[in-house]
């Protein structure tokens, strides 16, 4: 008997999710999440999306052309933390939006989130998987 496919992982990425001006393209989210739930029905197999955009869902939600740290306490890259500050604005939103399409196929919806950390340790990489 030929090894059969029991999981398939999928990676999207900003770029994917977004149209030439940087917008959140909900149409794309739309039709993966339909693929999604076709090949879990048809093919009866484990998927797992990984995927990015929050940040470009922050900054639609909070933009921060002007964002300035106001405290001399924070002694981090300035860049790295308006990414930060925009992906935790955009990530509920992200999550809201995969939910609400999944639900549309009775599929539930979670999220973990995940460092370059985690899978250098072994026991968190574990956790995860």
Request: aromatic letters at 8%; hydrophobic letters at 45%; one cysteine or more.
């Amino acid at each position: 008997m030929p090894n059969q496919i029991q999981r398939i992982v999928i990676k999207i990425g900003s770029k994917i999710l977004t149209d030439a001006d940087g917008h959140f393209n909900e149409a794309v989210v739309e039709r993966l999440v339909k693929d999604i739930a076709y090949i879990k029905e048809k093919e009866n197999v484990e998927v797992v999306l990984v995927s990015s955009g929050a940040v470009a869902l922050g900054r639609e939600v909070k933009p921060l052309e002007k964002f300035e740290v106001e405290t001399s306490a924070i002694k981090y890259n300035k860049a790295i933390l308006k990414e930060q500050i925009l992906a935790a604005v955009g990530q509920p939103r992200l999550m809201a939006f995969y939910c609400g399409e999944f639900k549309k196929y009775k599929l539930d919806c979670a999220q973990i989130l995940a460092t370059r950390a985690v899978f250098a340790d072994r026991q968190a990489y574990l956790s995860i998987r």
